[in-house]
Each structure stands twice: as structure tokens, then as C-alpha cells.
């Protein structure tokens, strides 16, 4: 296939040809820049006739409580334009009244013909008849219908899904027939500002293309949601409804995403799963009917998002910080700590928690993993250490976990600590309903402080302060003396619970 790989060169040579006519003459310029874009042309025209015929038409007779895209509740809502939102409320309304009128025309609801009424694209990803979707177009589907480009028509049944990543994979019978299957490519590979091809049905549009660029790669935090398990590319090709689960593809046909949200119409603003993430999940899918997840039990953030803290450890630029640990889950037994920063995963460095969650996600559960960790000690100088754990397999309760670490607040500055302790003693323990244990108890937290902004709460139990255990106010101000408020103090403490820690900061002001 002939392709453009020097975007630059045809960006420079369009330039000078539409800002300096002169610099071509004119039997050279029509011969030039016409042949350079028919080659453009071209290659764009090849793609879809490679890519088309392995794009599949996804039709679904949703059940009745099927929580769709047009339901508020839904956390892909907000995402969506008011114009969308608006012709999803009025096709919901006809479909019921669709429902309605077919059901007093219908003697038997079993006897009912099917009613197609979501849509969405997908991938085959094996000859056999193995398509890659979204879950969201899928999910809760009591019929499902494949089309393929030369209209033939099949029944669909759903191989497997996986919430998390917002994949499934969809199984047809061809009778034998070996369909056509796409060329899947290696999104590590993948660079910022190379095009970027869109296929897929949207708005009952059949293999719609369109095209553009790759806008951005890793974009973490789409969905506000901690259980997602996944980054996406950013992408300019124009994505509308029912593009969810078609490929978005590169010059050479090799498909490098899955379509799934889309940030307003027409704003040119798309957001595409990672194929090798959609890959290594989807073989899971078709082997096992599901995917099981490693995890290690422990909130994270980034070190460079925490300002806090990186004051503590200028000699790093990069690294996952330890937030929490999870009680009862994989890291609770191990040797690490809150306040640890984890820097490499089996030797593979890690820089983001989306990083660490790659690094972690195929693990085989229950066999040991090594961190590199660099870790404070009671001076705060840092050292390196190696920390081995086994991870887990992710659960419902670790779901419930996430989804609650992530309601609580996220630590601030200000101007004061405005925390008193006190010795822990059996009545306070009866007061604030926490296990008598070693370290010192909060018992008022002054509202507006660094300490309650850091969520740190009356009855939480503080066990070290920088790294140096404390038992006693007296060891409690000792080590806080020890310290530079300015820079910051480590505070580690449990809460309900859970292992964490926090920087408690002062302003200056």
C-alpha cells in the first residue's frame, strides 16, 4: 500500500505552494502538489477498502431495564452534547410508544418479533467469527443482529465482557465461512499527530468514514470513575452515536483503537481504547468468558500530582505514591507502607497510576511481584528499596473500595495543622468506636485546617509522624518540632481501618 509518512513534508510543500504560487511553475505545481494529494487521496481510499469488510453493523434489542446511554443515571451521560441528549429522550419516547402499540397488536409477548432499537460497531477479530465491541453497546442485550458489509445478516451472542475497560466480545456462527478479519496494530507504537481513521455506523449512517489525527495519547480520567481500568487516545477523526466499538485505524489499516466516548458533537474531540489493551483483554474474553484482573489493594497517585510531597523527595521525578492500603487486601500483608513511592514494577518503571495498573492488570494472581520502592525514613532521608507482595484478584469489594476512597477529599493547604491528640486510652477507644492500639488518638480536628482538609478526622489514630513512631502528645510534638512545617510533615494514621498516610504542609501565609 502506498501510504504518506512524512506529514511534516506534505504540511511544508501544500504551504509553499498555496502562499508562494512562484514557487513552482505552473506545469510543475499541478504535477507536484496534484499528484502528492491524489497519493493522499489514495491512500485514504485503500484503508477503507482494506478495514471496511472486518466492520460490523451491531444491533441490539435492549431489554426492558437496560440502563442505556439515554438514562441520567448513567455515568457516560454527561459526556454527551445537549443536542444528543435532547434526540435520545425523543427516540426513547417513540420507542416506548413503539412498544406500546406492538404490545396490543402481539397476543403473546414471547411471540413478539424482536425491536432492534440500540446500535453500535464492532471489529472481527478472528475469522471465526470473534468481533470486538464496546460493553456499553452489548450490555443488558436480550438480541443481538450483525450486519457485514455485504449485508449478510447473523445472530450475535455475547462471548464475554469486561466492565471495567468498557469491552466485550461478541460471537456469530458464519456456517463455516472464514469472514474477514482486521490487521491489529500496537498502540505503544502509536505517535502524536499521525492520522488517524475512523469506521463505523453512526446516527444509522453504515460504514461512515472519517479522518484526522491522533490528538493525544494516555488521557487518564475521562470518566470519573475509579474503577476504569483504562487510558485512551484522543482523537480528531470525527466520532458520533454508533461509532461506539468500530476501529480507529492508521494509514497503513492496522487498527490502533476501539471508538468509545465522544466529548460533544462536533467538537472534534474522540476518545479511542488502546488496541493492545483491547487485544490482550479480548483473548482473555474468547478463552475464559471473562477477565480477571490482578490488583495489589492500595490507592495511588501520581508523585507529580502531589505538591506536597514532592517538596520531600526532590531526587524524583517520577514515581506512583502510595496514598492507602486497602484492609484485607493483597498489599495489607506485605512490607509496604503509605508514603512509599513505588517506582518500577518487576523492573519496568512506572510514572502514573494508570502506568502501575498496566504494569499489575496480567499478573498471575498470587504469584509474587517485585516493587522498586524509595521510601523515607524518620530524618526523611530516602532510600531504595525492593518490597516483593502477590497480588489479588479485583472483586466486587474491591470495586465498593475504590468507589469509596474516591468520595473522600483530597488533601490541601493551609495555614495550620489544627489537630490535637491524645494518648490512646480504652474510653476514647469506646468514644470514637476504634480498636484500642499503638500510636496517638485525633480527637479534635479544627475545621478549615490542614488536617481536616487532608482528611484526617477525630478518631483517626496516628501511629508515626515523618517516619518516627509517636505513643504520646509528648512524642507527638516532639516529632512535629523535629520537623520543617514548611516543607511539610508525614502523617501516618489509620482510618477506619485503613492504612494511610498524608503531608500536612503550612502555607506561610
Same mark, same amino acid.
Given at each position: 500500500?502506498? /501510504?504518506?509518512?512524512?506529514?511534516?513534508?506534505?504540511?511544508?510543500?501544500?504551504?509553499?505552494?498555496?502562499?508562494?504560487?512562484?514557487?513552482?511553475?505552473?506545469?510543475?505545481?499541478? /504535477?507536484?502538489?496534484?499528484?502528492?494529494?491524489?497519493?493522499?487521496?489514495?491512500?485514504? @481510499?485503500?484503508?477503507? &477498502? %482494506?478495514v471496511s469488510p472486518a466492520v460490523v453493523v451491531i444491533l441490539v434489542s435492549q431489554k426492558p431495564s437496560r440502563? *442505556?446511554?439515554?438514562?441520567?443515571?448513567?455515568?457516560?451521560?454527561?459526556?454527551?452534547?445537549?443536542?444528543?441528549?435532547?434526540?435520545?429522550?425523543?427516540?426513547?419516547?417513540?420507542?416506548?410508544?413503539?412498544?406500546?402499540?406492538?404490545?396490543?397488536?402481539?397476543?403473546?409477548?414471547?411471540?413478539?418479533?424482536?425491536?432492534?432499537?440500540?446500535?453500535? /460497531?464492532?471489529?472481527?477479530?478472528?475469522?471465526?467469527?470473534?468481533?470486538?465491541?464496546?460493553?456499553?453497546?452489548?450490555?443488558?442485550?436480550?438480541?443481538?443482529?450483525?450486519?457485514?458489509?455485504?449485508?449478510?445478516?447473523?445472530?450475535?451472542?455475547?462471548?464475554?465482557?469486561?466492565?471495567?475497560?468498557?469491552?466485550? !466480545?461478541?460471537?456469530?456462527?458464519?456456517?463455516?465461512?472464514?469472514?474477514?478479519?482486521?490487521?491489529?496494530?500496537?498502540?505503544?507504537?502509536?505517535?502524536?499527530?499521525?492520522?488517524?481513521?475512523?469506521? +463505523?455506523?453512526? #446516527?444509522?449512517?453504515?460504514?461512515?468514514?472519517?479522518?484526522?489525527?491522533?490528538?493525544?495519547?494516555?488521557?487518564?480520567?475521562?470518566?470519573? &470513575?475509579?474503577?476504569? *481500568?483504562?487510558?485512551?487516545?484522543?482523537?480528531?477523526?470525527? =466520532?458520533?452515536?454508533?461509532?461506539?466499538?468500530? $476501529?480507529?485505524?492508521?494509514?497503513?489499516?492496522?487498527?490502533?483503537?476501539?471508538? @468509545?466516548?465522544?466529548?460533544?458533537?462536533?467538537?472534534?474531540?474522540?476518545?479511542?481504547?488502546?488496541?493492545?489493551?483491547?487485544?490482550?483483554? /479480548?483473548?482473555?474474553?474468547?478463552? *475464559?468468558?471473562? #477477565?480477571?484482573?490482578?490488583?495489589?489493594?492500595?490507592?495511588?497517585?501520581?508523585?507529580?500530582?502531589?505538591?506536597?510531597?514532592?517538596?520531600?523527595?526532590?531526587?524524583?521525578?517520577?514515581?506512583?505514591?502510595?496514598?492507602?492500603?486497602?484492609?484485607?487486601? $493483597?498489599?495489607?500483608?506485605?512490607?509496604?507502607?503509605?508514603?512509599?513511592?513505588?517506582?518500577?514494577?518487576?523492573?519496568? $518503571?512506572?510514572?502514573?497510576? %494508570?502506568?502501575?495498573?498496566?504494569?499489575?492488570?496480567?499478573?498471575?494472581?498470587?504469584?509474587?511481584? @517485585?516493587?522498586?520502592?524509595?521510601?523515607? &525514613?524518620?530524618?526523611?532521608?530516602?532510600?531504595? =528499596?525492593?518490597?516483593?507482595?502477590?497480588?489479588?484478584?479485583?472483586?466486587?469489594?474491591?470495586?465498593?473500595?475504590?468507589?469509596?476512597?474516591?468520595?473522600?477529599?483530597?488533601?490541601?493547604?493551609?495555614?495550620?495543622?489544627?489537630?490535637? !491528640?491524645?494518648?490512646? @486510652?480504652?474510653?476514647?477507644?469506646? %468514644?470514637?468506636?476504634?480498636?484500642?492500639?499503638?500510636?496517638?488518638?485525633?480527637?479534635?480536628?479544627?475545621?478549615?485546617?490542614?488536617?481536616?482538609?487532608?482528611?484526617?478526622?477525630?478518631? *483517626?489514630?496516628?501511629?508515626?509522624?515523618?517516619?518516627?513512631?509517636?505513643?504520646?502528645?509528648? %512524642?507527638?510534638?516532639?516529632?512535629?518540632?523535629?520537623?520543617? $512545617?514548611?516543607? +511539610?510533615?508525614?502523617?501516618?494514621?489509620?482510618?477506619?481501618?485503613?492504612?494511610?498516610?498524608? !503531608?500536612?504542609?503550612?502555607?506561610?501565609?
Amino acid at each position: 500500500m502506498r /501510504s504518506i509518512r512524512n506529514n511534516a513534508f506534505f504540511a511544508a510543500l501544500v504551504a509553499v505552494s498555496l502562499v508562494c504560487p512562484g514557487a513552482f511553475s505552473a506545469e510543475k505545481q499541478g /504535477s507536484s502538489a496534484l499528484n502528492l494529494a491524489r497519493q493522499l487521496n489514495q491512500a485514504f @481510499t485503500e484503508v477503507a &477498502d %482494506q478495514v471496511s469488510p472486518a466492520v460490523v453493523v451491531i444491533l441490539v434489542s435492549q431489554k426492558p431495564s437496560r440502563v *442505556d446511554l439515554d438514562d441520567e443515571e448513567n455515568p457516560l451521560w454527561d459526556l454527551l452534547p445537549a443536542e444528543f441528549r435532547k434526540q435520545l429522550e425523543q427516540q426513547r419516547e417513540k420507542q416506548r410508544k413503539d412498544n406500546k402499540d406492538k404490545d396490543k397488536k402481539e397476543e403473546s409477548p414471547s411471540r413478539r418479533e424482536p425491536i432492534y432499537n440500540g446500535r453500535g /460497531s464492532g471489529v472481527v477479530i478472528r475469522e471465526e467469527g470473534y468481533i470486538l465491541t464496546n460493553r456499553h453497546v452489548v450490555d443488558e442485550a436480550e438480541k443481538i443482529l450483525v450486519r457485514l458489509k455485504d449485508d449478510s445478516e447473523y445472530e450475535g451472542e455475547v462471548r464475554g465482557v469486561d466492565a471495567q475497560s468498557d469491552l466485550a !466480545v461478541v460471537k456469530i456462527d458464519a456456517k463455516g465461512k472464514k469472514l474477514p478479519t482486521a490487521k491489529l496494530g500496537d498502540s505503544e507504537k502509536v505517535k502524536v499527530g499521525e492520522f488517524a481513521i475512523a469506521i +463505523g455506523a453512526p #446516527f444509522d449512517l453504515d460504514y461512515s468514514v472519517t479522518f484526522g489525527h491522533v490528538s493525544a495519547k494516555g488521557r487518564s480520567g475521562i470518566l470519573n &470513575d475509579p474503577t476504569m *481500568d483504562q487510558d485512551f487516545i484522543q482523537t480528531d477523526a470525527n =466520532i458520533n452515536p454508533g461509532n461506539s466499538g468500530g $476501529p480507529l485505524v492508521n494509514i497503513e489499516g492496522e487498527v490502533i483503537g476501539i471508538n @468509545t466516548l465522544i466529548r460533544g458533537l462536533r467538537t472534534g474531540i474522540g476518545f479511542s481504547i488502546p488496541i493492545n489493551l483491547a487485544h490482550e483483554i /479480548s483473548d482473555k474474553l474468547i478463552t *475464559d468468558g471473562k #477477565f480477571t484482573r490482578a490488583w495489589l489493594g492500595i490507592r495511588i497517585e501520581a508523585l507529580r500530582d502531589d505538591a506536597n510531597y514532592r517538596t520531600l523527595v526532590p531526587e524524583l521525578s517520577n514515581g506512583v505514591v502510595v496514598k492507602e492500603i486497602v484492609p484485607g487486601g $493483597p498489599a495489607a500483608s506485605s512490607k509496604l507502607k503509605p508514603s512509599d513511592i513505588i517506582t518500577a514494577v518487576d523492573g519496568k $518503571p512506572v510514572a502514573t497510576p %494508570q502506568q502501575l495498573k498496566n504494569a499489575i492488570r496480567s499478573k498471575t494472581i498470587g504469584s509474587p511481584v @517485585t516493587l522498586d520502592v524509595h521510601r523515607l &525514613d524518620s530524618r526523611l532521608a530516602g532510600k531504595n =528499596i525492593k518490597v516483593e507482595l502477590k497480588p489479588g484478584a479485583w472483586s466486587d469489594d474491591a470495586i465498593q473500595v475504590a468507589s469509596n476512597r474516591h468520595a473522600e477529599p483530597k488533601p490541601e493547604s493551609a495555614k495550620s495543622f489544627g489537630l490535637t !491528640v491524645q494518648t490512646v @486510652t480504652k474510653d476514647l477507644a469506646e %468514644q470514637f468506636g476504634v480498636d484500642k492500639s499503638e500510636g496517638v488518638i485525633a480527637t479534635e480536628v479544627e475545621r478549615g485546617s490542614a488536617a481536616e482538609r487532608a482528611g484526617i478526622r477525630a478518631g *483517626d489514630i496516628i501511629t508515626t509522624v515523618n517516619n518516627q513512631t509517636v505513643s504520646s502528645p509528648a %512524642q507527638f510534638r516532639e516529632a512535629i518540632k523535629k520537623g520543617d $512545617p514548611k516543607r +511539610g510533615i508525614i502523617i501516618n494514621f489509620t482510618s477506619r481501618n485503613t492504612s494511610k498516610f498524608e !503531608v500536612l504542609k503550612e502555607s506561610g501565609d
